[in-house]
Every structure is written in C-alpha cells, then in structure tokens.
C-alpha cells in the first residue's frame, strides 16, 4: 500500500511521515529525487535524495522517474527502481509529494497498487508562520514563492481519499493511524 501525503509547503508532512514511522509497525518512507540543497538537519536518503540538477536530468533522459516536475524551482522526482523495491517488500510506504506528483502517480498506479491520498490543511496565516520559522534567516522571496501556491494547491483536494486540518500534530497522526489500519484490513477496496 502506498500513502500519499500532500499539502501546501509548511502543511507538516515530513514530520507527520517520521512520526508515523517511528509509530507504526511495517511503515518506510520513499524519498524524493531532488535538486535543491538540503536544508539544515536533513538527512540525505531519509526523506530526500540530493542530486545536481544535471544528474537529475540525465535520471529524467534515461526514463529513471514515474513522474517528475518542477516545483518551487527545483526538480523532484519519484525513482521507478526505488518504488518497486519498497512496494515488492510489502511494506506500508508513506510519500510526501505536491498534488501534481500526487495527480502523476494515481494515474500511473491505479491499477497496480493500492494508493490512499491524504491532503493536509493549514491555514494560511499558520503555514506562513511556519514557513518564516523554518531556518534562522528566512528566505522572503522563498515563502513569498510557496504562499502563492496555496490557492493552487488547495483547489486540488477534491482528488484526495482524506482531508485532514493539521493544526495538532498528536490528533493528525492518530488519525493518520486510523486510516492505515482501517484501509489495510480493507483490501478489497475500489478507488
């Protein structure tokens, strides 16, 4: 089963994906393929993996993505090799991707695996508080770029299996939670 989560930047999906990790038995992340540099405290592999824009686009000559795109000016992009192997271990993969990615791989995967789309929201005044707190020295022209998409991203959520507002990290997750036991015990589900 794979478990897509989106949201606007600063909705809190790479610490809503560790938590469910750290939580739930059988559950890995996928990292992402992209180009920006790692911010500070990430790890590469754990929730990204960090290549030049030129090694990203020799991946993308060489058909190494199921779907790729531009966001926030930075390649990120989901390895063909990289799902195959978590999907073939069985495990319950959890992916945080934009709902362009998001949009890419439901039509990609509908009929070759199980994927639930959970859509977090913030609103707008928190994600910019978030976003300012990010690093020591905010980037203006960075969050300016990433408040911009809200509305964009926000209009997709009619194609999300879930909605959840994300204002308490502890309830999210226990829901989150809910969601994974009741859609493994149910796998005869349609989509």
């Known amino acids: 089963m ?9 909705a809190g999906k790479d610490t809503i994906k560790k938590e469910l990790i750290k939580r739930v038995e059988n559950v890995e992340s996928l990292p992402s393929y ?5 911010r500070e405290g990430e790890v590469p592999g754990e929730v990204y993996n960090f290549v030049t824009t030129e090694e990203f686009e020799n991946m993308i000559k060489n058909d190494e993505f199921y779907e790729y795109n531009i966001h926030h000016e930075h390649y990120y992009g989901t ?9 073939a271990s069985g495990k319950i993969i959890v992916k945080d991707m934009d709902v362009n990615g998001t949009e890419n791989l439901l039509r990609i995967l509908k009929n070759d695996t199980k994927v639930i789309t959970i859509f977090l929201r913030v609103p707008k005044e928190i994600l910019r508080k978030r976003l300012e707190s990010r690093t020591t020295n905010p980037d203006l022209k960075e969050i ?14 009619g194609m999300y299996d879930y909605v959840i507002k994300n204002n308490d990290l502890e309830k999210t997750v226990d829901i989150i939670m809910a969601i994974i036991r009741h859609e493994s015990q149910n796998k005869e589900s349609e989509f």
């Open 2 to 10: 794979l478990i897509l989560l989106s949201g606007v930047s600063g």
């Open 34 to 38: 992209t180009d920006r540099k790692p």
């Open 144 to 157: 300016t770029l990433r408040l911009n998409r809200f509305d964009y991203e926000e209009s997709k959520i």
């Open 79 to 87: 390895s063909r090799k990289l799902m195959g192997e978590k999907i």
